[in-house]
């Protein structure tokens, strides 16, 4: 299923890696608007018992089996795409809250990769923060409720 593009502003965009290419694996699978990782030399959608602390970005592009999923018909399919651009923080994206989350702007973000690589919570635990809330006050979100973060890159294991 191809993903969906959460990015609502461009405050002061970044990459690590603008032509990820090298830093994707052949068995690679992230969906646009997936919060992404370096992990092991490689960048891959956020899972659970991700931290946070080598945190990367959301991604731009679907990428699957580490190309990017192809807008061509079999006629056409021979066309090669090598760049693979890689995820940005710096921008504001609609991400899913964990539910009963209470929210004031300027919150700290912290993965909540057991839901699904795009969800988040207000709950630090032993997480880095990836983001500040940028919505309004919520004394409690309800099951699915997109809310809006400033992205932020984490310091990146091997960087």
Known sequence: MAGKNRITRTIRQVAVFEDATNVIGSSTNINQG????????????VTTGDLGTNFVGIAR?????????????????KTKI???????????????SKTADPWTPGDQVYLNGAAGA????????T???????QGPLIASAVAGQEIE??????????L
Do not use: M, W
């Open 34 to 45: 997936d919060l992404c990782v370096f992990d092991s030399a490689l960048i891959r959608k």
């Open 61 to 77: 592009e679907d990428v699957v089996d580490g190309a990017l999923r192809t807008p061509y018909t079999d006629v056409d399919a």
């Open 82 to 96: 090598t760049n693979i651009q890689g995820p940005v923080s710096g921008v504001v994206a609609k991400l899913v």
């Open 118 to 125: 795009y969800h988040v919570t207000s709950t630090a635990g």
């Open 127 to 133: 997480s880095t923060s990836i983001g500040i809330y």
């Open 149 to 158: 973060v400033l992205l932020l890159q984490t310091r990146a294991v091997g």
